[in-house]
């Protein structure tokens, strides 16, 4: 009696290489889904930046800035961001703080902090 030989798979060995591809598939997939999230969190903190950037300018060129805390909203690239300035005096009594923090609705975007002279 002889043996015959076998080709082929056997049934575990397909299920095993089934398993192997579907833990790959789903590694590259995960992947790709925080490759996205990252992009919207560089994208939030590019355009954020932006707004904090303006909202700088703004206070530095000011004639005069009150101290305390101001608040608002503006729009960029079609989106709404929320922004708070807070002015505040230092240890040298000619200079003022500027702090302005810029937010979506999914938090904090980017802030900026500077130092302006103190109108005469």
Known sequence: MTRTSRQGFTLIELLVALAVFS????????????NT??????????????????????AAIAPSLGEGETAGQ????????????????????DIQRVVIRVSTEEG????RTLFRARAG
């Open 74 to 93: 503006t729009t960029l690239a079609g989106r709404s961001w929320r922004w708070a300035q807070t002015v505040a005096s230092t240890e040298d009594p």
């Open 23 to 34: 833990l790959a598939a789903m590694a590259l997939l995960n992947l790709a889904g925080e």
């Open 108 to 111: 904090q975007a980017a802030d």
């Open 37 to 58: 999230r990252s992009q919207a969190r560089v994208e939030d903190r590019t355009l954020g930046g932006i707004v904090a950037e303006n909202l700088a300018v703004q």
